[in-house]
């Protein structure tokens, strides 16, 4: 759908983070206050993924500035998973543009589980997200490279950019994967029956199965996500990654579907797009301000790190990151003024 008056320039207005010493203080207090919760379950349907220490827990802000604040097990290497699907989207986008992209992937939620065949089905082949399963593969096929050995060099680049370091694939977790992802080989042979990929199928597949095994730490996620929070420029190594509209349209993408089926309730609740993966990660950006970056293996029921969301939520308050709060601008004319049903002012 074109939507009139996206062709005028784009105006930026966002807020700023507290000093260094608040948010270093916060970080710390966010990482105390839930490294004791007990709840969620390490993911197992990924045979490696069983054997994450239940307690590992790290909490990291990212800076659009470029300071970096860290609690916890925040050096800890885990595999990136789904959260890569988003920095393969926004790499997609850099080399196809808006429009390209959006046709071929599209950005509603489909409401159901990461990885629905029926969300397929339903939609005459077309993948109706990058955040899913069959979009992410989508996406990851439309990768720039004549090879899939090119387009997995590619995917890898791009990360590492977005990390501001080299990032190794999970040898251990590549295997346990390739072994087990029956399901997303049958998605995209679905997928090729509908004509919406443009490469091998088991081709792609693997590409993605690799990009999802790619090792992180809960810093480079706040990087990778102060990099889309900074106009498409890394905050650390000052190097630019992508345009600012590719970061504005992956955001957009992020804010209604990179919480899978709870990302209305998370949006409603916490206010950042963000997205999670089920290694126990979770990014959240707050537009030109920076990131959150968190790792904790317990997941709740939809995948979801659970220290992750709440140590989230917590920092979104306490740092005022919700891109949907606001304050009046003016005080109150007086203690019975009183906002009416069409939003003017009655005293």
């Known amino acids: 759908m074109k939507v009139e ?22 970080v710390t207090d966010a990482h105390d ?20 220490d239940p307690g590992w ?28 699907k988003a920095f393969v989207y926004a790499l997609v986008c850099q080399a196809f543009g808006h429009e390209g992209v959006l046709e071929r992937i599209g950005v509603n939620n489909t409401g159901l589980p990461f990885s629905s065949v029926m969300a397929v089905e339903l ?33 890898r680049r791009g990360l590492s950019a977005f990390a501001g370091r080299p990032l190794e694939l999970d040898r251990a977790v590549y295997r346990s994967e390739s072994g087990t992802n029956m399901r997303n080989k049958a998605i995209a042979r679905l997928l090729e029956s ?62 209604s579907t990179g919480m899978y089926e709870r990302s209305g309730e998370w949006l409603f609740e916490i206010g950042l797009p963000a997205k999670s993966g089920v290694s126990g990660g979770i990014v959240a950006v707050a537009p030109g301000k920076g990131a959150i970056g968190t ?38 004319r007086g203690a019975d003024h009183q906002v009416s049903r069409h939003g003017t002012g009655t005293a």
């Open 295 to 332: 790792f904790s293996p317990p997941l709740d029921d939809a995948g979801n790190s659970v220290r992750g969301q709440r140590a989230t939520a917590y920092l979104s308050r306490a740092l005022g990151l919700n891109v949907f709060a606001s304050a009046a601008r003016v005080p109150r």
């Open 194 to 255: 509908y004509g919406r990929l443009p490469v091998d199928p088991l081709e792609a597949v693997d590409v993605y199965t690799r990009q999802c095994a790619l090792r992180v730490d809960a810093r480079d996620l706040a990087v990778m996500g102060a990099t889309l929070a900074d106009g498409g420029v890394n905050p650390v190594t000052g190097e630019c990654i992508v345009s600012a509209q590719v970061c504005r349209d992956t955001l957009a993408v992020l804010a």
């Open 123 to 155: 939609n005459s082949g077309h993948p109706m997200n990058p955040m899913v399963n069959a979009g992410a593969i989508a996406t990851t096929a439309m990768m720039p490279g004549s090879t899939s050995a090119e387009q997995w060099e590619n995917v």
């Open 33 to 52: 206050r839930f490294r004791d919760d007990a709840d969620g379950e390490v993911a197992d349907y990924i045979p490696v993924l069983a054997e994450a």
């Open 5 to 26: 008056g996206t062709d005028v320039a784009q105006e930026v207005s966002t807020g700023t983070l507290p000093g260094w010493d608040r948010v270093e203080h916060l």
């Open 57 to 84: 827990f790290g909490v990291c802000v990212a800076e659009s500035g470029g300071d970096v604040h860290v609690a916890g097990d925040t050096d800890v290497e885990f595999s990136v998973q789904s959260i890569s």
